[in-house]
C-alpha cells in the first residue's frame, strides 16, 4: 500500500483542488449501486432492490475557529467520545447543522500523526455508502481534525452495554445487523478501492436518529489492491476479542479478517454481551458450545424479556457461527453474508441483486448456494460439523 507522504500535507489542498476541477468539466465518477427500498417485513430498511447511484462524496476544510465554536472550545460537556487515539467531541455550525469533530491525539511523532491523518482521509474520503459514517470535512490549523456527521444515538456499545440505556428491541438489533453487513459488503466488493476496516466492533458503529447503522473510525483501514489477496501488517493493532487468529497470530488481513469481527459483532447483538467478560473469556469461546448445543435461545440478550423473532434469531446465529471459524478460507464472504441474513437473494461483488433463477451466474457464493429456510432443516447435522474449529 502507499501512502501519500507524510509531510505534505500540500497534497491535501491539491487532490480537492482537482476534485473541483473534474466536477467544473462534468467528469462522472464510477457509479455503485446503494440498497435501497421500502422497509421490508422484518422492519429492515433497504429491501432488495438497487438504488440510484450514491452521491459523489464531497469534503470541505474547515478553519479552526469554525470548529473551535462549533464545539463551545471544545468544552468537555462536548466531549462524546475518548480512546487512545483520538478525542471525539459533539459540535453545531452556524447553520445549525450537527457534527462530529475527530481531533487526534495519538501520541506519536508528528510526522506518523500526520502520516495516519492523510491515510483516514485518504481511504473514508472517497467512501459514499448511507452505512458508513460520511466525511464532511477536516482541519489542520492548531492541529489534525476530522469532522464527521454527528449520530444523534451514539454507537452501538453504549445502547447494548450502558446500565442508564434502555434497552433496544429485537427488530432495531435485526436492523442494525443487516445495516452493517450492507456497509461492509460495500467497503469490501463495491467501493472503487477494497477496504479492509480492521477495527469492526459495537462502539465504532454509530447510530442515526432512526437507528441506521454508520461504520465508522477509519484509522486502522487497509486498501487492497485488487490483484492482492491479503495484506501483511506489523505491528498487530485492533481490539482484543475482535481479532482473526490469523491477523494475531501471523498479521495476515484480508476481508475474512473483518469477517471474524463481524461474527462477534452479531453475538454481541444477539447476546448483549461485552466480547470480552470480567474473567477475560471472549465473547465466540463463549458461544460456540452453545452453538454446537443448538441452544440459540440461551444466547439471547435476557434484557429483551423473550420478545424476538426466532427465525432471525437461528440466522444470525448460523451466520456469526460461519463468521468466526477459525480458518479464514472457510468463512463466508460479506456476500455470502448478505446472503444469509436477507432470506435467499444473492447479490453480485458490484452490489447488484438478483434472484435464485439466475444462480448459475453469480459465481461469488463459493460456500452457501441456498436458501436460509432449506440451511435450517439440516441445521442438526451441519452445524456441530461448522463450529468443530
Given at each position: 500500500?502507499?501512502?501519500i507522504r507524510a509531510n505534505s500535507l500540500k497534497r491535501l489542498f491539491s487532490l480537492k483542488r482537482r476534485s473541483f476541477e473534474e466536477e467544473e468539466e462534468g467528469v462522472v465518477p464510477k457509479e455503485?449501486?446503494?440498497?435501497?427500498?421500502?422497509?421490508?417485513?422484518?422492519?429492515?430498511?433497504?429491501?432488495?432492490?438497487?438504488?440510484?447511484?450514491?452521491?459523489?462524496p464531497s469534503?470541505?476544510?474547515?478553519?479552526?475557529?469554525?470548529?473551535?465554536?462549533?464545539?463551545?472550545?471544545?468544552?468537555?460537556?462536548?466531549?462524546?467520545?475518548?480512546?487512545?487515539?483520538?478525542?471525539?467531541?459533539?459540535?453545531?455550525?452556524?447553520?445549525?447543522?450537527?457534527?462530529?469533530?475527530?481531533?487526534?491525539?495519538?501520541?506519536?511523532?508528528?510526522?506518523?500523526?500526520?502520516?495516519?491523518?492523510l491515510t483516514e482521509i485518504g481511504t473514508i474520503g472517497h467512501v459514499c455508502h448511507p452505512n458508513v459514517s460520511a466525511l464532511l470535512g477536516c482541519c489542520i490549523d492548531n492541529g489534525l481534525y476530522l469532522v464527521f456527521q454527528f449520530s444523534s444515538r451514539g454507537s452501538v456499545a453504549s445502547r447494548l452495554h450502558d446500565p442508564n440505556s434502555p434497552s433496544m428491541d429485537w427488530k432495531t438489533r435485526y436492523k442494525i445487523a443487516i445495516g452493517t453487513a450492507r456497509g461492509l459488503h460495500y467497503l469490501h466488493k463495491v467501493c472503487q478501492r477494497r477496504i479492509i476496516h480492521r477495527d469492526i466492533k459495537s462502539s465504532n458503529i454509530l447510530l442515526t436518529a432512526d437507528f441506521e447503522p454508520q461504520i465508522s473510525d477509519f484509522g486502522l483501514a487497509k486498501w487492497l489492491p485488487s490483484q492482492w489477496t491479503h495484506h501483511s501488517i506489523a505491528p498487530i493493532e485492533g481490539t482484543f476479542g475482535h481479532l482473526a487468529p490469523e491477523y494475531f497470530m501471523h498479521g495476515t488481513v484480508d476481508e475474512k479478517t473483518d469477517v471474524f469481527a463481524f461474527g462477534v459483532f452479531l453475538l454481541e447483538i444477539i447476546s448483549g454481551r461485552k466480547p470480552v467478560d470480567a474473567s477475560h473469556q471472549s465473547l465466540h469461546c463463549w458461544a460456540k458450545p452453545l452453538l454446537n448445543r443448538e441452544e440459540m435461545e440461551t444466547l439471547v440478550d435476557p434484557r429483551l424479556g423473550g420478545s424476538f423473532d426466532s427465525s432471525q434469531l437461528k440466522r444470525l446465529a448460523f451466520t456469526a457461527s460461519l463468521c468466526i471459524r477459525a480458518p479464514s478460507a472457510w468463512r463466508p464472504t460479506m456476500t455470502e453474508v448478505l446472503e444469509l441474513l436477507m432470506k435467499g437473494k444473492q447479490i453480485e461483488s458490484g452490489g447488484k441483486c438478483q434472484t435464485k433463477k439466475n444462480k448459475k451466474n453469480s459465481g461469488d457464493l463459493r460456500i452457501l448456494n441456498m436458501n436460509v429456510t432449506l440451511l435450517s432443516q439440516f441445521h442438526r447435522i451441519i452445524l456441530p460439523l461448522l463450529l468443530v474449529l
Open positions: 500500500m502507499k501512502y455503485h449501486g446503494v440498497f435501497k427500498g421500502e422497509e421490508d417485513k422484518d422492519g429492515c430498511k433497504g429491501g432488495f432492490g438497487i438504488a440510484p447511484a450514491a452521491q459523489r469534503w470541505r476544510c474547515f478553519s479552526f475557529e469554525e470548529i473551535f465554536v462549533a464545539t463551545d472550545a471544545f468544552s468537555s460537556e462536548n466531549l462524546v467520545g475518548k480512546g487512545g487515539y483520538a478525542e471525539v467531541y459533539r459540535g453545531v455550525l452556524n447553520d445549525a447543522e450537527e457534527i462530529a469533530v475527530k481531533r487526534l491525539t495519538k501520541a506519536c511523532s508528528d510526522e506518523r500523526k500526520v502520516k495516519d491523518f
